[in-house]
Nanobody, 122 residues
């Protein structure tokens, strides 16, 4: 499956952004979707995940209550809403797909989007 990301950009602290990730190719509903971020000098970090049907989500503690992940299997798209953004949220954000269940480890994902930069100014 080929993943194409959109959204991102520069926002002030406290603001919001919405990222999208469109899947091209194989049946989207067969894949759990993960959301990761990579800041300079840090390891790639798990942010959130959604299961194949979209009825179960899981979040890292650092974003719980501020970020939301959802999917629309009819549109082959996963959405990632980021609210109350902080400067420490600045990173390149990625969507990723893996068959069956989601994982918190980026090593377990087979397909990746190209990434999109999110910069939060203080």
């Amino acid at each position: 499956v080929h993943l194409v990301e959109s959204g991102g950009g520069l926002v002030q602290a406290g603001g919001s952004l919405r990222l999208s990730c469109a899947a091209l190719g194989r049946t989207f509903s067969k894949y759990a979707m993960g959301w990761f971020r990579h800041a300079p000098g840090k390891e790639r970090e798990f942010v959130a995940a959604v299961n194949r049907s979209g009825n179960y989500t899981y979040y890292a503690d650092s974003v719980k209550g501020r970020f939301a992940i959802s999917r629309d299997n009819a549109k082959n798209t996963v959405y990632r809403q980021m609210n109350r953004l902080k400067p420490e949220d600045t990173a390149v954000y990625y969507c990723a797909a893996r068959p069956l269940g989601y994982s918190l480890s980026y090593l377990r994902y087979d397909y990746w989007g190209q990434g999109t930069q999110v910069t939060v100014s203080s």
